[in-house]
């Protein structure tokens, strides 16, 4: 089993920063590639971002390209999602997700394991 933790979600006005941060623990040895979801109230859990956990490749849903960056700290297990340009539209609960593949994928039923969540609200 993996365990994810998420942290650094908040409030923060339009236009301003913030940095999610997700700590795997357990079987880490089994994680090939890590992403971030997001799920505004009423609407899809929505693909974000992910890296390949080998050779850091990533992919990134259209609506974050340029004003989102993914990253991953090997040593400490942690993937980290850097949020730019905030707009109110990406308020949301951030998931962090682990999947044992080495295909990036932007389905959320391709990932194995899952945080409880973190809060990012933007204000206008």
Do not use: H
């Not at 693909?47 to 850091?56: K, L, T, Y």
């Not at 340009?85 to 899952?114: F, G, M, Q």
């Amino acid at each position: 089993q993996v365990q994810l933790v998420e942290s650094g979600g908040g409030l923060v006005q339009a236009g301003g920063s913030l940095r999610l941060s997700c700590a795997a623990s357990g079987r880490t040895f089994s994680i090939n590639t890590m992403g971030w979801f997001r799920q505004a109230p009423g609407k899809e859990r929505e693909f974000v971002a992910a890296i390949n956990w080998i050779d850091g490749r990533t992919l990134y849903a259209d609506s974050v390209k340029g004003r989102y960056t993914i990253s991953r700290d090997n040593a400490k297990n942690t993937v980290y999602l850097q949020m730019n340009s905030l707009k109110p539209e990406d308020t949301a609960l951030y998931y962090c997700a682990a999947d044992r593949s080495y295909v990036i994928a932007a389905a959320y039923y391709e990932y194995d394991y899952w945080g409880q969540g973190t809060q990012v609200t933007v204000s206008s």
